[in-house]
């Protein structure tokens, strides 16, 4: 059975008796949102049905239906996006009972959002929010684009969202957080097939998975574990588990320890090289030290071993050296994955990929990613799928210069490219690979062009009759 957690009684009350919010426009029975009425999300505690006449992002947040902040340094602000069309959106929320998604004033997590176009393509996308942020993350750089080429859509906060995502309830053991992550894309996916034959009276035709980073990681999964449930997938720069390493744990604490001395001190550099950050990069680790390598390193191995920093929640912030383990000043930039008990690598096995994916997988990922460094993440991913044997089931395109995030470029454009035109070229390539059997490129590193428009435009991967961006 898929989903094999057993529901509190309230909970499994709630699949009974689902909460319906509809909108003033919920009774209209035909143009851009015909068969409204007729949704009802599988599963789904509570659900909200409206019709818009615009779904872009930026209209939806300006209504209250999306949020910006959410989807804040994905995208560069150079960045455009087609128009994403009227259509409806469905908000809404399956069974959980932990609260860390306070959007609408909810206050419960497992939260999706639904968006289907007024003009269908017959097929839908499926995608988990990066990071630990919520179901409106991929808005800007995902929602938008798919919608105007008339994919019907479905993002989900994953069942835990911010930097408190490991205290998931009464299923917060160590992993466990993660672990919830795959059972509600896969949820989310067997509801939003349903969803999409109500409202168009068919099912689609092809699902594909796809996501940025953590949304990577699951599209990794769920292709190398539910594969049926999916005709594809791509991973823009997914994020890399496994027990022995490389993983968060084993360069995270180094680039704490080190820096800022690796500014200055040329051993310290080499250590933060060592263990997989590239030459380049460097302009970087400041904003990544200031905003990502902390909270990461710490929030995350909360998650998979509670018992490092004792009773303290996430550790301190921005230390340099504490306590021995298992006391509350143990410290993060001091943490050794290698000689933690293996209760510890046994909650990373637990989430951990294998590379045998069963349908097709394009990954792209970024030359100078300063959060998850490349030769740590997708060239080993890359060698896990060769090594299982399903290298034909997979591209895998390196983006010269191209960073974790987009936004970068706008600090950064002389050392930084954006892999968001690229991810759309991957993207076509795939559909193409699997509907009309036209093979995509061969790995490669993307170069980045000496002209043209790097934030909008990705020429090596644009596909030729028709099938460009």
Not at 24 to 36: I, Y
Not at 316 to 326: D, I, Y
Request: proline share 7%; aromatic share 10%; glycine share 10%.
């Amino acid at each position: 059975m898929l989903f094999r957690r057993r529901m509190p009684p309230l909970l499994l009350a709630s699949l009974l008796t689902v909460a319906w919010l509809t909108s003033p426009a919920a009774a209209a029975p035909s143009g851009p949102c015909r068969n409204q009425q007729a949704i009802r999300v599988p599963g789904a505690a509570l659900q909200r049905v409206e019709c818009h006449a615009n779904l872009s992002a930026v209209a939806l947040a300006a209504k209250g239906r999306s949020d910006a902040s959410d989807w804040a340094t994905l995208n560069s602000k150079q960045s455009r996006n087609p128009p994403a069309g009227a259509g409806i959106q469905v908000d809404g929320y399956f069974p959980d009972d932990s609260t860390t998604n306070t959007t609408y004033g909810w206050n419960h997590d497992s939260q999706f959002v639904i968006r289907l176009p007024a003009k269908w393509n017959g097929q839908l996308v499926i995608t988990g929010a990066p990071g630990v942020r919520k179901q409106y993350a991929p808005d800007y750089i995902l929602s938008d684009w798919t919608l105007a080429h008339g994919y019907a859509y479905a993002s989900t906060d994953k069942g835990n969202t911010g930097t408190a995502f490991y205290d998931n309830g009464k299923r917060s053991a160590p992993g466990q957080a993660v672990r919830e992550w795959h059972d509600r894309v896969a949820q989310l996916t067997v509801a939003t097939k349903k969803v999409v034959a109500q409202r168009y009276g068919r099912a689609p035709s092809r699902t594909w998975m796809t996501g940025i980073s953590n949304g990577g990681y699951l599209t990794r999964w769920q292709l190398e574990n539910r594969p049926w449930l999916y005709d594809g997938g791509v991973d823009w720069e997914g994020t890399l588990m496994t027990p022995d390493g490389p993983n968060l744990f084993t360069y995270l604490p180094t680039a704490l320890k080190n820096y800022p001395e690796a500014q200055l001190d040329s051993a310290a550099r080499q250590r933060m090289y060592d263990v997989g950050f590239e030459p380049g990069s460097e302009v970087l680790w400041p904003d990544h030290y200031a905003v990502y390598w902390d909270l990461t390193q710490r929030t995350y191995r909360e998650a998979f071993d509670p018992g490092y920093d004792g009773d303290t929640e996430a550790g301190l912030p921005f230390c340099k050296t504490g306590g021995p383990a298992g006391t509350p000043t143990a410290c993060d930039a001091d943490y050794d994955y290698a000689s933690r008990p293996q209760a510890v690598k046994d909650a990373v096995a637990s989430v951990s990929l294998t590379g045998r994916i069963g349908k097709p997988l394009i990954t792209l990922h970024g030359t100078k990613d300063a959060l998850l460094p490349i030769s740590t993440d997708s060239d080993v991913y890359d060698a896990m799928i060769d090594a299982a044997g399903r290298g034909g089931l997979h591209r895998y395109y390196t983006i010269e210069d191209g960073n974790h995030v987009d936004d970068r470029y706008d600090l950064f454009p002389t050392e930084i490219r954006p892999i968001l035109p690229c991810y759309r070229e991957a993207f076509l390539r795939l559909t193409s690979w699997v509907t009309a059997g036209k093979r995509p490129p061969a790995d490669q590193t993307v170069r980045r062009p000496a002209t043209g428009d790097v934030a909008n435009t990705c020429p090596q991967l644009a596909a030729t009759g028709g099938y460009g961006s």
